[in-house]
């Protein structure tokens, strides 16, 4: 396997996704959702359409935690939660987009997978009102105001049963307001947009126009269904995709204009046969006001049976419950992803930020404070000792070695001398811990400890970087690590995390991701993950995968067991039956690793 093969696994992109848009991201379980400050998607198959549907669905959601207020109350009505989800989604996809250009990209193939699977299809005047206004809202804001080209045609057919159901009145107004989804910029007016729309369905049933209900919405300097000044508020650019809307509503003007000037000819006839006629009597005149008033009374119950239709459409959907709502987009994809879904092995847990007790940690600091020096000073002579200029002897240069230049007499041309200086380790070690119910009773404290000495003692070494997480999470979570120490932390200003205590079970396989993912994104070439445990793992055969997976991508995985054999798990292992040879034991470990680069 090569190390390409680990780089674009799932949890490895998801935590480069998750360091880029600054979120926590989990990978494992069957289900795909966010609770507002994480993301968590299932562990999936290795196909390229469930990879699609990941990464957009993780863009999405990152989109939610950075810039969607969860503490807004939502709308009460069914129907009102559809909208605000629909417009919310528009505006911070916009926001990511804007942010982070390539997640157009990321974002757009899942609608295009939508599309093709058939998933995604415009509404039929058959459908509930509430899915008609639902999924022209969705196909409507997303092809005008989220520009994705591939909703033009579906765009265009919602627009047309849009009309059908609710009058061409309410479409030319809901445009109006659609038309402010660039200029949204928090989530408490992406609600009060949705509130508008849902005024402007009310107006329907109280027999009010919708001109007149939006008017009531509208500000006092800008006039209802005057389009331009939102656009132009909003820095709107609808040159090429807005063609489908502008042309609709030119023709809908053409057929107004030829509807006119076919009456006005038919004026200009009559007008004449009259003039030909001679004087018409009264009997004459009364037939042709009896008509016109028959036509007019056609034409008002025409428009009173329209007004009708589209109040009865309102009222179905304003009291439609979820069922009789088209559901949301990437809850949609969501439930793709949980029916693609592995197993329930946690991936990539989430990492809990953790300051613990600082006098604790003072203590702990002063408790390995000697030992430290002590091996930082080992560690120091054996990296300086290391990197000395060395020499040897060589059949050509440029300086003789007197004291090699008898072996000229003997026909040994090795009586020149050459020098070569050893490089850096250069190395980033991730250290990871298992505080597993077992080992509470010392063997907790003890480990972390000897953890602290030893990062304490790297601290100062060029080429070293370290960081230390403890798995399980502070409440024995398998989706969760607890990150004690990071590269660039300094240990006096992260003692307290060093202070903590067992819990939990031992979810290895988590944990080992975490530490991969970390260490695939540090630049030091030579990187090592170095497990300090005194159990089996919950899931041996996942964690023996995992392990096989870093290897071939040159990660180096070595174990150390307290007590217990770990040589069956890690390529390279030690075992320590004695809980005061720890520290000795991470040190030889690491000074070894440092000399073998």
Not at 201 to 221: K, R
Not at 546 to 561: D, K, N, V, W, Y
Request: glycine share 8%; proline share 4%.
């Amino acid at each position: 396997m090569r190390l390409s093969t680990l780089n674009d696994a799932l949890p490895i992109v998801a935590a480069a996704y998750g360091r880029k848009f600054g979120v926590k991201v989990r990978v494992g379980g069957q289900n795909a959702f966010t609770d507002g400050q994480s993301i968590n998607i299932p562990g999936l198959s290795e196909e390229a359409q469930s990879r699609t549907l990941a990464y957009g669905f993780l863009a999405h959601e990152a989109g939610h935690v950075r810039f969607t207020d969860f503490t807004q109350a939502r709308h009460p009505q069914p129907l009102g939660k559809l909208l605000e989800g629909v417009i919310e989604d528009i505006r911070i996809e916009a926001a990511m987009i804007t942010t982070y250009p390539g997640t157009r990209k990321t974002l757009d193939a899942v609608l295009e997978h939508l599309i093709e699977a058939g998933r995604m299809q415009p509404p039929s005047d058959q459908d509930p009102p509430g899915q008609v206004l639902g999924n022209a809202v969705l196909l409507i804001g997303r092809y005008h105001y989220r520009r994705q080209s591939a909703l033009q045609m579906h765009s265009q057919q919602s627009e047309e049963v849009l009309s059908q159901v609710f009058g061409q009145q309410f479409v030319r107004q809901l445009h109006g307001l659609l038309a402010e989804i660039p200029g949204l910029t928090c989530t408490a007016e992406t609600m009060a947009l949705a509130q508008r729309i849902i005024s402007l369905l009310e107006s329907l049933l109280q027999g009010q126009s919708p001109e007149q209900a939006n008017a009531a919405d509208q500000p006092d300097n800008q006039p209802a269904g005057d389009h331009t000044a939102d656009d132009q508020a909003s820095g709107k650019d609808n040159s090429a995709q807005d063609d489908s809307y502008q042309e609709g509503q030119q023709a809908s003007g053409e057929d107004c204009a030829g509807a006119s000037a076919d009456d006005g000819a038919d004026a200009e006839a009559s007008a004449a046969t009259d003039a030909d006629s001679g004087d018409e009597d009264h009997h004459k005149q009364t037939s042709d006001s009896t008509s016109q008033q028959g036509s007019t009374s056609q034409q008002g119950c025409s428009l009173e049976q329209d007004s009708s239709l589209a109040a009865q459409a309102a009222q179905a959907a304003l009291q439609a419950d979820k069922d009789a709502l088209p559901e949301d987009l990437f809850e949609a994809v969501g439930n793709i992803l949980q029916s693609h879904s592995s197993d329930d092995t946690q991936l990539l847990p989430t990492a809990q930020s953790y300051q613990g007790d600082a006098e604790l940690g003072k203590e702990a600091l002063e408790r390995v404070k000697v030992h430290s020096a002590h091996l930082n000073a080992q560690l120091h002579g054996l990296v300086q000792s290391q990197r000395l200029t060395r020499s040897r002897t060589a059949r050509s240069g440029r300086r003789l070695s007197a004291k090699h230049l008898h072996r000229f007499g003997v026909a040994d041309s090795r009586i020149f001398r050459a020098s070569r200086a050893q490089p850096a380790p250069n190395t980033a070690l991730h250290l990871l811990i298992d505080l597993s119910l077992s080992m509470q009773g010392g063997p907790d404290r003890l480990a972390l400890d000897a953890a602290m000495s030893l990062a304490l003692a790297l601290e100062s070494i060029n080429g070293v970087s370290r960081a230390v997480s403890v798995f399980p999470g502070l409440r024995g979570q398998s989706s969760y690590v607890t990150q004690v120490l990071a590269h660039d932390d300094r240990v006096s200003s992260r003692t307290g995390a060093f202070v903590q205590k067992a819990r939990g079970s031992t979810p290895m396989t988590g944990a080992l991701w975490f530490a991969a993912a970390d260490l695939l994104a540090r630049s030091e070439p030579r990187k090592v993950v170095l497990v300090l445990t005194d159990g089996e793992p919950n899931d041996t055969d996942s964690t023996l995968s995992m392990i096989s997976r870093a290897q071939s991508a040159q990660l180096e995985m070595i174990g150390i067991g307290i007590q217990h054999r770990v040589d069956h798990l890690f390529p390279q292992a030690i075992r320590i039956d004695q809980l005061s040879e720890l520290k000795n034991s991470l040190f030889d470990v690491t000074g070894q690793l440092l000399l073998s680069h």
